[in-house]
Structure formats: structure tokens, C-alpha cells
């Protein structure tokens, strides 16, 4: 039961975020210089290493979910040197006790834990090399991939936002809209067929060899096939232009816009920060999910040498280690993405350290 | 501090019109698309479930391999077995409806629950919800589902479990917004002083009076992502499995044809993919700038 009287301490990220705060009719604007004392900050530093605490306090936790569900699969590695003895119950915790296997769930998790903070991501079973090297050599070409194709991405969903906002109600917002939703629903998969069909059979601009196989010197430009196809069908680009056309709308109408436009000064200087640099960082950081599983369809069709492909060998020969190793890897990719938007939204506004973290941009 | 657009905003307040009278026109389009699409994937579950479609869509035809569209007796073509695409993208709706029924209901149910502790509770409540949210953010949710699928086994219903609960944070975020918003509105504090019990306020002033709307437009976007989500595993290999259709194995099924120019058995399923995608979302946005956006901003 809630008394009224605790509805004043009772403040949700939501309400007081810095995103949403303009539907409530409260002051909106994060920058306006009124309010708080600039003496009353903390220092940067400290509230960086609080998200750093939090960061792994959700890898943390990230670990014990992949660690649960590796507990709960069916079978284990016992079950392969038993086999095909019926092995008794005390059979089994015999060759575990002779394996130095711990008894106890936790104890299990906590060696677990310490194995992967050393390194140890264990041995693939497909190919007997150690996961993490592995997960290395391949997951820097998923990055390239990814971050080429969040860069093709904000090429086409800036633009169409920019025009909307800035420009007003044109003849070209409504198409520019419906074009975006249109991208935004290609299966990505029948968009690479497509793509490879028309540059690669009909005209020739791109030999059909994966970027593996391509010689050094000409592998980049044989990789921005796929970047361009990830970056066009990893569904999130009327997201981008839908978010970053509403909070640039919101800034453009704010009363300090409106001042600098009066005093003849920049707008552009002074919506940059709050209209383009933070929501970029935002809808970036909360879409590197959907783009890692994009790059897993990609460098399928593409046969690209990534994360992404061996995460689909790894699920195909029920390969734990790799498997593992990957989902550890991609979530904390994730996690280090909001991370650094915390440090660009920290640094470019010191009045953040006086929020609340917020949950993130949802939706 | 008004702003501009609110002030605007007030001088003719919608509430009074129905709801599409003050609609912009293209949220209308929008949604009437969506909806047709919805009807479309209804009628078409329909005729799977009973059966009743043009062809046979396991019939193979040697004599009429990769028809194309318009041919005789088949609206749509034929595969590259000479199967009728027709009755084979009708039955492939079957692949996603149920379980993609399921994985809405799962992030609805627990989405809303969490959102509605951490939004009306507060305090501890709420940042241990923020913490499973962002904890569920982490994973990208492709390569949680290949985790799973190599754990346990490429089930249907288990991927679908993992989108429903992985559609958790969304909801729960969207939930206790609503509520932080509302509770500072005189009605809810009518509500405490008449003594009314908290779950009576929680359910009815709340969630049945005012979220009911987000609740909709959340699942029509939520159907849109799991039908991708099945497509792009069927793609893959790990959904549904060759004789019976998905469009997503159409699609990888067709994809050998795709270079030596029969288009059709692969670009057929896409089509069907894009264009339901493409009315969830629209059904989504729709309502959601006919329903949510109204007045408020």
C-alpha cells in the first residue's frame, strides 16, 4: 500500500529521464543552466566507475544465466565415457569425484567463473582449439562488419531525420517515412541474395569470394557488400529515423533554440550536444543486439568468417564451449556499447551525474 | 515551461471527436493496412488448420518445376519440386502463429507484472526490475536462441519461450512509465483517499483503464518480431524443416534457383515476410500515434 505521502520520493528513471521528461510539462530541457548548482555535482570520474560497477555486475549476472542454462541442458560430458554402460547413479558420481568435479552447484559456477575471468573459455568440440582465441580471430571481423553497417545505417537514417525535423511538413517526409518502414521490414537474407544476384552475377562489380579468400590488398572492398546489406536490413532504421527525428524535434522546439536563433548564434552549435550526439549514442548503443543477430543471418548468406557464423556451426554440433564463449562475448560487446554511451552522455552533460541511471531507451 | 505545441495542443482538444474523426490520415492508412494483413494471416491460418487450399503443398510436379506466377491452376507459381506456392505460404503461417501467440502472451504477462511492481512499488522493487531488464537487453536475442537450441534441442516453443521473455524489458519499461506518469494525476490520489485496495487501482484505474491501449500496440509489434524471428531461424536451418514449409526454409529452399535468375520460389516468401512485417509494425505505429500520442505531447 502506498501513502501519499511517499509519492514525492517515489521518482522512476522514467519520469525524471531526460528523454521522456517533456511529455510531463516539467522543464525538459537537461541543459538549461538553472537549478542545480554546478558545486553540487559529483565528480565525472566517480559516476564512471559506478556505471563501470554496474557493467559488471550485469556481466555478472549475464554469466549466470548462460551458466544456468548449460546446467539444465540434458546430457553431460559423463554421460560420453559411460557410454554404453548403464551407469548406476554411484557410477556416475564416481568418475565425477575421479574428475575432481565439484559436488555443489555453486562451487561449479564460482571454478566456472574464475575459468572464464582467466581466459579459459574451454576447448570447441568441433575443432579441439581453445574457444577464446578462436571467438577472437573471428569476432574482430564481426565487428568490422557491425560497425560498418551501424555506419551505413545513420548514412540513410540521418538524412531522412534531419530533413523531417529541420524542414518541417515537405512533400518528401511521407515517402522518405514509408521507405524507411519498407527497409526496415526486408528480410535481410532475400536482400544478400539480391544483392550478390545484381553485383555480383549481373554486373560484376564484386567477384563472388568471401573476404577470407580475397586477397589483402582488395578485401575491403569485397567486404562492403555485406556491411551495406547488414546495414540496410538489420531492421532498425525507422527505429533510428523515428527516435532520432522525434528528439531533435523536441530540442529544435526548446527555448534555448529559440534564443540562439534570436541572437543570431548557431543553431546548429547548440542543438548539436542534446539533439544529435546523445540520441545517436542512445539508439546506437540500445540496437547493437539486433545488429549482432543481423550479422549472424549475414555472414551466413555471405559466408563471412565471423562470430555470427560460428555461433550457427556451434548451435549445429550442440558445440557447449563455443556457444558459450559467444553469447559471454556478444553480451558483454553490448554491455561495453552502453557503457561508452554513458561516458559520451556524462561527459558532454555534467548534470547527468545528479540522475538517476535510467533503464535505457526501451522499445 | 509549455511548450509551443502544447499550447497549440489545447486549443482544440481532441477527446470530445471520435478517435479516427481526429486522426491524421496516414496513421488511418496505416493501420487500415495493418489490419488487413492481420485479416489476411487470420483467414490463412483458417485454411491451413482446415486445410483447405488450392494444392496439395507437398504435391511434387516434375512437369511444372519454378512456374511462374499466373500459370495455370497455380496463383503463384510453383517451387523448384513443382509444389504450388500458394497453398505452401498458406500452410507456412502455421510455423509462426501459435508460438509467436505464445511468446506475446509470455512478455504481456511478465512484462506488465514487473513493470507494474516497479512502477507502483518503487524503491528496491524497481531497480531490481531495471537490473533484470538490462540483464535481458544484454543478450542478442539470436545468439541466446542458438545457445539455447544447442543446449537443449531446435524446439518451436522453447525459441518462442526465449522472445517472449526476452520482449520482457520493452513492456515492463513502457509499464512503469505509464504508471510513474499517472500517479501523480488527481484520480489515482481519488483513488488512494477513497481507500481503495492497491490492486484494484493497479488493475483497473491503471492497467485496465490506461494501458490497455500500449498493451495492444506492444503485441502487434511483438507478432511482428517473432514472425522474423522464425523466419530468420527457418533461414537458418533450426525452425521448421523441409517437406514441411516456413518462409523462411522457402527462402533458403529457393535461394539455389535465386542465381540462375528463377526469382520467384525465393522472392515469393520474402514478399510474404515483408509485407506481414511491414503491417504489424504499421498496425503498431499507427495506433500507437493514434492512441498514445494524442494530445499528450
Redesign the interface.
Same mark, same amino acid.
Given at each position: 500500500?502506498?501513502?501519499?505521502g511517499?509519492?514525492s520520493?517515489?521518482?522512476?528513471?522514467?519520469?525524471e529521464g531526460r528523454a521522456?521528461s #517533456?511529455?510531463? =510539462?516539467i522543464?525538459?530541457s537537461v541543459f538549461a543552466a538553472e537549478a542545480v548548482k554546478l558545486s553540487a555535482l559529483r565528480p565525472v570520474t566517480l559516476v564512471l566507475s559506478r556505471e563501470l560497477a554496474l557493467t559488471a %555486475? %550485469?556481466?555478472l =549476472?549475464?554469466s549466470f544465466?548462460?551458466f544456468v542454462?548449460?546446467f %539444465?541442458?540434458?546430457g553431460d560430458p559423463f554421460s560420453v565415457l559411460l557410454e554404453g554402460q548403464t551407469p548406476s547413479h554411484e557410477a556416475r558420481a564416481g568418475v565425477r569425484d575421479a574428475l575432481g568435479v565439484p559436488k555443489t552447484w555453486y562451487v561449479q559456477y564460482v571454478s566456472w567463473l574464475g575459468n572464464l575471468l582467466r581466459g579459459n573459455f574451454g576447448t570447441s568440440i568441433r575443432t579441439g582449439l581453445p574457444v577464446f582465441g578462436e571467438i577472437v580471430r573471428v569476432g574482430l571481423s564481426t565487428l568490422y562488419l557491425t560497425l560498418g553497417s551501424m555506419l551505413v545505417t545513420l548514412l540513410i537514417a540521418l538524412p531522412i531525420a534531419l530533413h523531417s525535423s529541420m524542414r518541417g511538413a515537405t512533400p518528401l517526409n511521407?515517402p522518405f517515412t514509408l521507405l524507411a518502414?519498407?527497409v526496415?521490414? %526486408?528480410?535481410v537474407?532475400?536482400l544478400g541474395?539480391v544483392a550478390?544476384?545484381l553485383f555480383s552475377?549481373k554486373f560484376g562489380v564484386f567477384p563472388l569470394v568471401s573476404a577470407a579468400s580475397a586477397s589483402a590488398d582488395r578485401a575491403w572492398l569485397y567486404s562492403l557488400l555485406p556491411i551495406c546489406v547488414l546495414g540496410i536490413g538489420n =531492421?532498425t532504421v525507422?527505429e533510428v529515423v523515428?527516435y532520432m527525428r522525434e528528439e531533435l524535434s523536441r530540442v529544435m522546439?526548446e527555448?534555448y533554440i529559440r534564443t540562439a536563433r534570436a541572437k543570431g548564434a548557431s543553431v546548429w552549435r547548440h542543438a548539436f550536444k542534446e539533439g544529435l550526439l546523445i540520441p545517436m549514442t542512445e539508439i546506437i548503443a540500445?540496437k547493437?543486439?539486433?545488429i549482432?543477430? =543481423?550479422a549472424?543471418?549475414v555472414e551466413?548468406v555471405f559466408n563471412w568468417p565471423g562470430m #555470427?557464423r560460428m555461433?550457427?556451426q556451434?548451435?549445429?554440433?550442440?558445440?557447449?564451449p563455443a556457444?558459450?564463449g559467444?553469447?559471454m562475448i556478444?553480451?558483454t560487446l553490448?554491455?561495453l556499447g552502453s557503457l561508452l554511451q554513458r561516458v559520451v552522455y556524462v561527459t558532454v552533460n555534467p548534470r547527468a551525474s545528479k540522475q538517476r541511471r535510467g533503464? #535505457?531507451w526501451?522499445? | 515551461?509549455?511548450?509551443?505545441?502544447?499550447i497549440a495542443g489545447e486549443g482544440r482538444d481532441a477527446s470530445d471527436l471520435p478517435v479516427w474523426r481526429s486522426a491524421d490520415t496516414?496513421d488511418l492508412a496505416y493501420v487500415g493496412y495493418g489490419l488487413l494483413i492481420v485479416a489476411l494471416v487470420l483467414v490463412s491460418y483458417v485454411l491451413g488448420v482446415f486445410n483447405w487450399l488450392p494444392h496439395d503443398p507437398e504435391q511434387i510436379r516434375f512437369d511444372l518445376l519454378n512456374a511462374p506466377p499466373g500459370s495455370a491452376g497455380h496463383l503463384l507459381g510453383t517451387d523448384f519440386l513443382g509444389r504450388d506456392i500458394l497453398s505452401r505460404l498458406i500452410v507456412a503461417i502455421q510455423a509462426y502463429f501459435l508460438p509467436g501467440l505464445v511468446a506475446i502472451v509470455i512478455s504481456l504477462v511478465v512484462g506488465t507484472t514487473l513493470g507494474a511492481l516497479? *512502477?507502483?512499488?518503487?524503491?528496491g522493487v524497481?531497480v531490481l526490475v531495471?537490473?533484470f531488464?538490462?540483464?535481458v537487453?544484454?543478450? +542478442?536475442?539470436?545468439?541466446?536462441i542458438?545457445?539455447?537450441?544447442?543446449?537443449?534441442k531446435?524446439d518451436i516453443y522453447y525459441i518462442m519461450i526465449i522472445v517472449g521473455v526476452t520482449g520482457v524489458?520493452?513492456v515492463a519499461?513502457?509499464v512503469?512509465?505509464k /504508471?510513474?506518469?499517472l500517479?501523480?494525476k488527481h484520480f489515482i490520489?481519488a483513488a $488512494?483517499v477513497l481507500g481503495l +485496495?492497491?490492486h484494484v487501482i493497479v488493475l483497473k484505474h491503471i492497467l485496465w483503464h490506461h494501458c490497455a491501449p500500449l498493451l495492444v500496440i506492444r503485441a502487434t509489434i511483438g507478432m *511482428?518480431e517473432a514472425i522474423?524471428i522464425e523466419?530468420?531461424l527457418s533461414?537458418? *536451418?533450426?525452425g521448421v524443416q523441409e517437406p514441411m514449409p516456413s518462409w523462411?526454409n522457402m527462402?533458403?529452399a529457393g535461394?539455389n534457383y535465386?542465381?540462375q535468375g528463377k526469382?520467384w520460389p525465393?522472392?515469393a516468401p520474402?514478399l510474404a /515476410?515483408?509485407?506481414t512485417?511491414?503491417g504489424f $509494425?504499421?498496425l503498431g505505429?499507427g495506433l500507437n500515434s493514434i492512441l498514445e500520442d494524442r494530445g499528450?505531447?
Open positions: 500500500m502506498v501513502h501519499p511517499r509519492r520520493e517515489v521518482s522512476t528513471p522514467h519520469a521522456r #517533456g511529455t510531463f =510539462g522543464a525538459p %555486475l %550485469l556481466l =549476472g549475464v544465466v548462460v542454462i548449460l %539444465l541442458a540434458p511521407r518502414y519498407l526496415s521490414a %526486408l528480410p537474407f532475400w541474395y550478390i544476384y552475377h =531492421g525507422s523515428r522546439a527555448d540500445s547493437i543486439p539486433f549482432l543477430g =543481423g549472424v543471418i551466413q #555470427g555461433a550457427w556451434a548451435a549445429q554440433d550442440r558445440d557447449f556457444i558459450m559467444i553469447v556478444a553480451a553490448v554491455r533503464a #535505457g526501451a522499445e | 515551461m509549455t511548450r509551443y505545441s502544447q496516414l516497479a *512502477g507502483y512499488r518503487g524503491g524497481e531495471t537490473y531488464n538490462n540483464l537487453d544484454s543478450f +542478442p536475442r539470436l545468439v541466446l542458438l545457445l539455447v537450441i544447442a543446449a537443449f531446435a524489458p520493452v519499461s513502457l512503469t512509465g /504508471i510513474a506518469f500517479r501523480q490520489e $488512494h +485496495p492497491s *511482428g522474423l523466419t530468420s533461414y537458418l *536451418g533450426f523462411g527462402v533458403q535461394a535465386f542465381f526469382f525465393s522472392t520474402a /515476410i515483408l509485407l512485417i511491414l $509494425h504499421l505505429d499528450g505531447k
